[in-house]
């Protein structure tokens, strides 16, 4: 029961602010307007999804969570500019969490800045080495900026854990292809379509259309 109280008070803590006027804004509310926030996110209306958080946002503009909705929300939108101001501030309230530096990834994703990208992830794999999303993230921006050994070497990292894993594997292998290893590359793709058959990248580059 009180690592259950305590569980309950971090991620209330979380979801408004450390030393925060709880009376402001009670239990049931919060979950109201997270849970009318869910649901016109899977209607696709973000816009409404982020407006039915404001009351949350308003009373605990520095909460770590209702930021890290925010900036999911405003990514969703295309407002990249919104969405990495959220990220930040998600990533100010708890330093040690990868959860806001793989958000903030998204809209430099998007915009293919793959600099900013790389340096982000560095910072996720600081915190956890052997992080899914923080290494796949970087061997593609590694590979992007032309970086094909250091892309390479996150590829093989992650594929010692997972021998399968057709994420990495594809990566691989458009390294490989890139650094003009083709030999390897085209057994690499053809490994990738036994495993999964309908990859589209795999079958793309073995019918020659690159």
């Not at 849970?35 to 816009?47: D, F, Q, T, V």
């Not at 101001?85 to 793959?114: C, F, M, N, T």
């Not at 910072?123 to 590979?143: E, F, P, S, T, W």
């Amino acid at each position: 029961m009180r690592s259950l109280v305590r569980g309950g008070l971090f991620l209330l803590g979380l979801l408004v602010w450390w030393g925060a006027p709880l009376k402001a804004l009670d239990y049931e509310a919060i979950k109201k307007a997270y849970y009318e926030s869910y649901r016109l996110e899977r209607e696709g209306r973000y816009a409404r999804a982020r407006e039915a958080l404001r009351p949350v946002y308003e009373t605990f503009p520095r909460a770590y969570t209702v930021n890290l909705r925010l900036g999911w929300l405003y990514y969703l939108e295309g407002r990249y500019r919104n969405a990495i101001e959220h990220y930040q501030i998600a990533a100010a309230a708890a330093p040690q969490a990868v959860e806001p530096l793989l958000g903030l990834s998204l809209p430099y994703l998007a915009r293919k800045d793959w600099r900013r990208v790389e340096e982000l992830m560095y910072r996720v794999l600081k915190i956890d080495y052997y992080n899914y999303y923080g290494n796949l993230r970087l061997a593609r921006a590694l590979r992007e900026e032309k970086k094909y050994r250091q892309a390479e070497a996150v590829c093989r990292k992650m594929l010692a854990l997972y021998p399968t894993d057709v994420a990495f594997l594809t990566e691989l292998a458009l390294t490989l292809e890139l650094s003009g290893r083709h030999r390897e590359a085209r057994t690499l793709f053809g490994d990738i379509l036994i495993l999964d058959p309908g990859n589209r990248v795999a079958r793309r580059y073995l019918s020659g259309n690159r």
